[in-house]
């Protein structure tokens, strides 16, 4: 069993920045993929990051490539979603993810979820 913590949300205005975490705890393995996926109103969830915890590969959404950056800190057990000249777009609930995935920015093979912290991004 996997759980997963965010903290890290808030109002920011256009242009600004916010850095999101993401405490993981349990049974983890090398093999699990790591992921933030976001869901505003009206539209549908989408993978924003995901990083490759054994190798540290990352991968991106075209919508916050150069603008968001995924890391994470083994030693902490902590993920973490670095978010740059955010944008009112930007404005969701963004939750972490984690599992075994093949497709790691698509949210149905992610076994294991937090329960999400609020961005809002003003004009």
């Known amino acids: 069993q996997v759980h997963l913590v965010e903290s890290g949300g808030g109002s920011v205005q256009s242009g600004g920045s916010l850095r999101l975490s993401c405490a993981v705890s349990?049974?983890?393995?090398?093999?699990?993929?790591y992921a933030w996926f976001r869901h505003a109103p009206g539209k549908e969830r989408e993978g924003v990051a995901a990083?490759?915890?054994?190798?540290?590969?990352?991968y991106y959404a075209d919508s916050v490539k150069g603008r968001f950056t995924i890391s994470q800190d083994n030693a902490k057990s902590t993920m973490y979603l670095q978010m740059d000249n955010l944008e009112p777009e930007d404005t969701a609930m963004y939750y972490c993810?984690?599992?075994?995935?093949?497709?790691?920015?698509?949210?149905?093979?992610?076994?294991?979820w937090g329960r999400g912290t609020q961005v809002t991004v003003s004009s």
């Open positions: 993810a984690a599992g075994r995935v093949t497709t790691p920015l698509e949210s149905g093979e992610y076994n294991y």
């Open positions: 349990g049974n983890l393995y090398d093999h699990y993929s």
């Open positions: 990083i490759y915890k054994l190798s540290g590969d990352t």
